[in-house]
Every structure is written in structure tokens, then in C-alpha cells.
């Protein structure tokens, strides 16, 4: 599956944003889907999962309450709604697909390239 991300930009803080990452090749419907972020010099961090079904969600600390993820299916698309952003949630934000509903990076098979994501105080 090819993973194509989208919606970054440049926000005040406060402000909302939302990432779409539209999928292509196989059966979209049987992927966990998930999103990570790493900023300039720190380690990427596993932000938010939805599982296959849409039934289970995850998110880490960091962005619990601020951040949402959903996922269309007919539309072969994850989103991630991000409000309230803050200074510290400037990254480049990459989607993922996996077998495994999991809450690591490590447990994802495919990656889209990165989308800009800068707030600004």
C-alpha cells in the first residue's frame, strides 16, 4: 500500500489543522492505520492508531483530548484532527499502515513521506 500525506502548514497557536493521508493498492479496509511525528533533534513519537475496524483508538499523552483520528474507508483515507495545537507539536507527521493494531511505530509495515506541521507562539 502507498501512503500520500497531506495537510500540513504553518498555524498560530490555538489553532486547528487536519492530515489526510490517502492510501493506494490494497484492500485499504484491512489496515491499522496510525500516525507519528518527530521533531528536529528528539526521537519519533507514536501519536495516535484506529484500528481496522474503526473500533479501537489510541492516543498518546501528549495529544489525548487535542487530537482525533478517523478513517474512511470508502474514500481509502486516514485523518488526523488536530486542535488546540500547541509550539510543541511542531513536527513532520507521517501516516502509517499495518497488520497489527499497534501503539509503536515499530509495529507499522508501510510509511508515507512526512507532512510539515509548524506552530507558531
Known amino acids: 500500500v502507498q501512503l500520500q500525506a497531506s495537510g500540513g502548514g504553518l498555524v498560530q497557536a490555538g489553532a486547528a489543522l487536519r492530515l489526510s493521508c490517502a492510501a493506494s493498492g490494497r484492500t485499504f479496509s484491512n489496515y491499522n492505520l496510525g500516525w507519528s511525528r518527530q521533531a528536529p533533534g528528539k526521537e519519533r513519537e507514536f501519536v495516535a492508531a484506529i484500528s481496522w475496524s474503526g473500533g479501537s483508538t489510541y492516543y498518546a499523552d501528549s495529544v489525548k483530548g487535542r487530537f482525533t483520528i478517523s478513517r474512511g474507508n470508502a474514500k481509502n483515507t486516514v485523518y488526523l484532527q488536530m486542535n488546540s495545537l500547541k509550539p510543541e507539536d511542531t513536527a513532520v507527521y507521517y501516516c502509517?499502515?499495518?497488520?497489527?493494531?499497534?501503539?509503536?511505530?515499530?509495529?507499522?509495515?508501510?510509511w508515507g513521506q512526512g507532512t510539515q506541521v509548524t506552530v507558531s507562539s
Open positions: 502509517a499502515a499495518g497488520y497489527t493494531y499497534g501503539v509503536t511505530s515499530n509495529e507499522y509495515d508501510y
